[in-house]
C-alpha cells in the first residue's frame, strides 16, 4: 500500500555525497514530502521535509522535481553513522515504503 | 519537551493470547499513528487516531485494534496472537493538522509470540 518507491539498496564511499532518490508520482498540492532514516531497529527520525522548493538543513539537503513527482535527499559528506534506511513518504499518508538501505563503506 | 514514550518497551506472549500496548504522545499533538515492522521488512502502516476517532487505517485484520482517549494517549491491542505478529510496533505522534506535519517516533515495543 505504498506509494513512494524507493531503490532498496544503495552504496556510498565514506566522505562522498550520498544521493538517494524517491518517486512520488501521487503526491498532490499541498503535501509535503519528508524524509526519515532508520538505524538498527530505533524508532525512525526525522531528516528534512519540503514543500516546492529545495531545503537544506544541518543532516542533509532536499531537492524537488518542478512536477513534484519525485525528490532527492542529499547527504553532502556520508559518514559510517549515515548507514541506515532511508524512508520518503508524503503529508496525508501515513504509509512509508520499503526505503533505501543506505551503506556507507570506509 | 518529552518525547514520545511506548510501553512496555519488551513483551513475550503465546499463541492465542492478546496484548494492549500504549503510546503517549508528545504534549499538544492530536495524531498518534501506529506501525509494525517485522525483521526484513519496512514499516507497516496500522492506523492513525484523530482527537479519538480513528482517521486512517491499513490492511489489517480485525485482530489488530486501537483506541485514543481524550489526552491523546493511545492504545493497540491484538487479540488472539498469531506467531508472525512478533515484531517492533512503532507509534508516532504529529500535531495532525492540516499543512506541515512531521511524525515524532517513540522507542517501540518489541513483542514476541511463542
Known amino acids: 500500500d505504498a506509494k513512494t518507491t524507493q531503490p532498496p539498496s544503495m552504496d556510498c564511499a565514506e566522505g562522498r555525497a550520498a544521493n538517494l532518490p524517491c518517486n512520488h508520482s501521487?503526491?498532490?498540492?499541498?503535501?509535503?514530502v519528508y524524509w526519515y532514516r532508520q538505524i538498527h531497529s530505533q524508532g525512525p527520525q526525522y531528516i528534512i521535509h519540503?514543500?516546492?522548493n529545495n531545503e537544506t538543513n544541518e543532516m542533509a539537503s532536499l531537492i524537488i522535481t518542478e512536477d513534484r513527482k519525485s525528490s532527492t535527499l542529499i547527504l553532502p559528506h556520508a559518514t559510517l553513522r549515515d548507514t541506515a534506511v532511508y524512508y520518503c513518504?508524503?503529508?496525508?499518508?501515513?504509509?512509508f515504503g520499503a526505503g533505501t538501505r543506505l551503506t556507507v563503506k570506509p | 519537551k518529552a518525547g514520545v514514550t511506548q510501553t512496555p518497551r519488551y513483551l513475550i506472549k503465546t499463541r492465542g493470547q492478546q496484548v494492549t500496548l500504549s503510546c503517549s504522545p508528545i504534549?499538544?499533538?492530536?495524531?498518534v499513528s501506529w506501525y509494525q515492522q517485522t525483521p526484513g521488512q519496512g514499516l507497516q502502516f496500522l492506523f492513525e487516531?484523530?482527537?479519538?476517532?480513528?482517521?486512517n487505517k491499513g490492511n489489517f485484520p480485525g485482530r489488530f485494534s486501537g483506541r485514543q482517549f481524550s489526552n491523546s494517549r493511545s492504545e493497540m491491542n491484538v487479540s488472539t496472537l498469531e506467531l508472525g505478529d512478533s515484531a517492533l510496533y512503532l507509534c508516532?505522534?504529529?500535531?495532525?493538522?492540516?499543512?506541515?506535519?512531521?511524525?515524532?517516533f517513540g522507542p517501540g515495543t518489541r513483542l514476541t509470540v511463542l
Open positions: 501521487t503526491i498532490s498540492g499541498n503535501e509535503y
Open positions: 508516532a505522534s504529529s500535531p495532525g493538522q492540516p499543512g506541515y506535519n512531521e511524525q515524532f
Open positions: 504534549s499538544g499533538h492530536r495524531s
Open positions: 487516531y484523530f482527537s479519538e476517532t480513528q482517521r
Open positions: 513518504t508524503y503529508n496525508n499518508d501515513m504509509r
Open positions: 519540503g514543500l516546492k
